[in-house]
């Protein structure tokens, strides 16, 4: 019966109805982008034809945890700049985060210092791509909201579970689901066809030696999100910090006066993604209204 009732939690999950599953200028940009005749041009006027997705991409590029020294003011220099897959998790991070409810503040917050974390680790170890490994820290937990999302009355008798016993978001998904957010969220990323290099760091941002080819990526996201934790941006009653992988640390090559430098590094981008935050919440609150 327990195998039944979990098979049940694994479908409805992967048959998400309450999220988008592609938003049409995703499919649209896909196959755009195997004709090698397409110019970034042309991509960046079909993502402009939606306003208000256009303008959401530009805040994100533009934010702390991108870091480019100059603003990006037009989407062709974005899709220049990060790549497609990038931008493709872009745009659908977008509509994630729009489905978010007021209560969720914490989740973004925490979405967001993680991607800070990550853009710091990735340039420091010179890691190709860290603008890759940036987002996947910020998609690390669309798991989180899948579940809230498509299974709600589980949702709830997780949570309780977290407050009452004061044990991990992770542990309590694994209880009442026999299996956890980091699984589901590599489920989502592989629906959506985004590239390894952001599927195995969401998949195993808790086990980040699972990873078969993206070990680095996954190992950076793992820390990242260890990091922004103990820096006190978690989310909600999930006070717990995970426990850190050794193997995932030895691969960073991370000293203690690495990471005193990182913190400070942290701390100053924060500031940035703290308004920018509250730019995206008020957003989210006057669309309520």
Not at 36 to 60: C, F, N, Y
Not at 76 to 82: R, T
Not at 132 to 158: C, W
Request: aromatic share 6%.
């Amino acid at each position: 019966m327990e195998e039944e009732k979990q098979q049940k939690f694994r479908q409805a999950l992967r048959d998400v109805k309450n999220l988008p599953t592609l938003p049409a200028v995703v499919m649209k940009l896909t196959k755009m982008a195997e004709d090698p005749d397409v110019t970034t041009e042309q991509m960046g006027r079909v993502i402009s034809k939606d306003h208000i997705l256009g303008a959401k991409l530009l805040k994100l590029v533009n934010s702390a945890f991108y870091g480019f020294p100059q603003r990006v003011s037009s989407l062709q220099s974005a899709i220049i700049l990060l790549g497609f897959s990038v931008i493709k998790s872009l745009i659908i991070s977008a509509s994630i985060f729009e489905f978010m409810e007021d209560n969720d503040r914490e989740l973004w917050e925490h979405s967001l210092g993680c991607a800070v974390v990550c853009n710091v680790l990735a340039r420091r170890l010179q890691v190709s791509d860290p603008e890759e490994i940036s987002t996947a820290g910020l998609i690390h937990d669309i798991g989180k909201v899948a579940i809230k999302m498509e299974l709600p009355q589980e949702y709830r008798e997780i949570e309780a579970m977290v407050h009452d016993r004061r044990i991990s978001m992770r542990e309590a998904e694994t209880e009442v689901l026999g299996f956890n957010h980091a699984e589901v969220g590599g489920w989502l990323a592989k629906t959506w066809n985004l590239p390894s290099k952001l599927v195995e760091p969401v998949a195993m941002h808790h086990n980040p030696s699972g990873a078969k080819k993206e070990k680095m990526a996954a190992a950076i996201v793992h820390v990242g999100d260890i990091i922004i934790r103990c820096m006190g941006l978690g989310h909600g009653e999930d006070v717990w910090v995970p426990g850190l992988e050794q193997r995932a640390w030895q691969l960073l090559h991370l000293t203690a006066a690495d990471v005193d430098e990182i913190l400070v590094e942290v701390e100053e981008k924060l500031w940035e993604v703290k308004g920018f935050s509250l730019d995206i919440m008020a957003e989210f609150e006057a669309k309520a209204d």
